[in-house]
Each structure stands twice: as C-alpha cells, then as structure tokens.
C-alpha cells in the first residue's frame, strides 16, 4: 500500500449538498446580516408554553417563537453563518452543506475520487483511444458514458483501475459550522444573471485533511492476468500531473469565457492567477462540488471533438436549456452556455465575485 496524507486548501467557496433544503423560519431565522441554523428541540421544549395553534389551526413556526434575547442563548442554535439570503420571505430556501453529526462540515471522499477520476479519463483518452459514435454514449441520461467508461477504466467494478484507488473523508473545522458562509449564487451567461440561488459554502482559509492509498496488490504479476491494470499504473503514478494538465485546460478556457463576459472581470482575474501560479510536483488545481460545470464532470472536449455527434448529445440529452426569448441552439454555438458563481453587492447591484468549487490538492507521501 503506497499511502499518502491529502490536503484540500479552499481557493473558492466550495458546496457539496446533503440533499437537504433548509426553509426560512422552519430551519434557520435571519438576524443582523447572520444566519441563525435553528435547533429546533431545544426551541420547543423552551418555548411549550407557546405551541398554540391559531383561529386556522396552525402552530406557530420555530422561528416565530424567538425573541431579542433568545440569541444571546447559545443553546437555542446548532451554529450560525456570516450573510443572509437575498429573499426574506417565510419558507426562503437554502442549500445545506454536507455535515458530520456534529455539524462539522466535511468533504466526502467520493466527490474527491469522482473529480481524480474525471481528470484521469480526459488525460488518459488519448491513450486508450476509445471508439466515439452515439452508441458509446448510451441513451439512459443517468449512465450516459458508461461504455466509454468500461473502456477507459476497465468492464465492470471488480475490473476498474480506481478500485486500486481509496480516498478517504476528508476534515476541518472541529465546531459546528465553522468554516461555512451563507453563499448567494446565480447562474450566469456571459450577458445577465438568472434567478438567486442561496446555500451553505466552505469559504476562506479553511484546510480539510485525510488520506489518499494505492493498493500495490492489484499491480503484482498474480493479479495482472486477470485485472490487467499495468498498462495504465502510469496513471496513478502521474496523478498530480494529471490532474494540473485538465484544471490547467479548463482554467485556460474559463479564464477567457469570463473576460469575454459582462461584469465579469473579478473571476477573470481570478482564473488568471491561478493560470500563473507556481504549483511544484506534490500540488494541483481541482474543482469539485456545485458548479463544477459540465465540462468538470464529463469527457469534455473530446466528446465534442465530433461536431455534428456532440449537437445529437445536446438535443437527446436536452442539455440546453435556453431561457424563453433566447435565440435557438445553432451547432457549434458554445457549450454549456451559462456558469454559477458566488454574488456580492456593490454600489446597490449583485456582482459575481467568484467561481465554485476550487481547491489545493497536495499530496504528501507517509
């Protein structure tokens, strides 16, 4: 086993959900420019007395119940966030980010493994060279690329060269909520802003920690003959490499769709330093969670190397989703039309101010 210590420095604010929708006045309250996380036991159980219904029948929401005093009472919140969602309607909605049961924030092996392994399959493409027609792609939108895949990495589970491959959980903050902000997010194109999307992001300089392993086993010669992964143990060697060679691409590509856009020069900016930084051989640039985008999370460009294949894609897969009055698709417009990014107010209006999702990755050998 060759066992590394893993280490993610956030670069930008990072969401990974839980699946969860957090509504205003059911699960959080807005105070002061903060967001108050409600713990809802202690709230009523401190609060009985007032768990009346009214003339309709309704109970009173948890965060109805509080009054100016109840924040100085710790005990009635499971944490709270700097920022507030731009809609202060009862039942807003707000995104929560993924959390140990101690509402620690933690970042998930497998979003991790599931970015290491996009990078790998664009880099390793040309190497394997898979056949690409409409059948390689499949028809079922939940496995779309499955055959291109088995070809990449091996036929099934017990045959995939990242089953040598284990990335562990990764931690932080050791209080509740540490770390996080309340992000307010909009989807862009490169000339407006579509509707606000608020949710829990890692943001600042926050570091998570844990472990990446390489199990030797599955490379020995008792083994080769039936997993044959040794033509392509060269990939996880060069792991680091890797993936500095797709981020170093789409950062290059990112950083020009941003300064072709209106507003956008603070993420161009962005994109442009980490374009020029000095990384060494033990670090690489990753983009993981909410808005990695697709090109993040597919084969990318080589998947649009066939102009006329790729327009088929788009239209079965109904990838795009144009708002009403916008002009129709054309083949070989530009793909994926739109980005999300974290918003700010300046002078009275929201601008964006930064991408999702990027981080550090730097590996050191144990």
Do not use: C
């Not at 300089?205 to 390489?214: A, D, H, M, P």
């Not at 000095?278 to 993040?296: H, P, S, T, V, Y």
């Amino acid at each position: 086993m060759s066992v590394y210590e893993m280490t993610l420095q956030i670069l930008s604010p990072v969401h990974i959900g839980d699946g969860d929708e957090l509504r205003q006045d059911f699960d959080f309250v807005v105070k002061n420019g903060r967001t108050y996380r409600l713990n809802e036991d202690a709230i009523l159980l401190a609060k009985e007395a007032q768990l009346k219904p009214d003339r309709s029948g309704k109970f009173p929401l948890p965060g109805h119940l509080l009054t100016e005093a109840d924040f100085h009472n710790t005990e009635l919140f499971r944490y709270s966030l700097s920022g507030a969602p731009r809609s202060t309607k009862s039942d807003a909605r707000l995104k929560s980010f993924i959390k140990d049961v101690y509402d620690q924030p933690y970042i998930p092996g497998s979003s991790v493994k599931g970015a290491l392994r996009t990078a790998l399959a664009w880099t390793g493409w040309s190497e394997v060279k898979p056949h690409l027609d409409r059948a390689a792609v499949g028809r079922n939108r939940s496995w779309a690329g499955q055959p291109l895949e088995r070809k990449l990495f091996g036929p099934d589970p017990n045959h995939d060269l990242l089953r040598a491959l284990h990335v562990s959980d990764l931690h932080g903050p050791t209080r509740p909520g540490q770390g996080l902000i309340l992000a307010n997010a909009q989807v862009l194109t490169k000339k407006s802003a579509g509707s606000p999307v608020e949710l829990e992001a890692v943001a600042g300089e926050v570091t998570f920690t844990g472990s990446l392993t390489i199990d030797e086993t599955l490379f020995g010669p008792q083994v080769e003959r039936e997993l044959h992964f040794d033509n392509r143990r060269a990939w996880l060697d060069e792991l680091i490499a890797r993936v500095q060679r797709h981020s170093g691409a789409r950062i290059q590509q990112l950083a020009e769709w941003y300064e072709h856009g209106v507003g956008y020069e603070a993420i161009a900016r962005f994109y442009r330093e980490l374009a020029a930084a000095k990384l060494g051989k033990r670090r690489a640039l990753m983009q993981i969670g909410w808005g990695a985008g697709w090109d993040g999370k597919t084969f990318w460009t080589h998947l649009q190397s066939d102009v006329r294949l790729f327009e088929q894609l788009v239209t079965d897969f109904k990838l795009h989703k144009a708002p009403p009055g916008s002009p129709a698709r054309k083949p070989g417009d530009p793909f994926p039309r739109s980005k999300r990014a974290a918003m700010a107010m300046k002078d009275g209006a929201a601008r964006a101010v930064a991408p999702f999702g990027w981080v550090l990755l730097e590996l050191k050998e144990k």
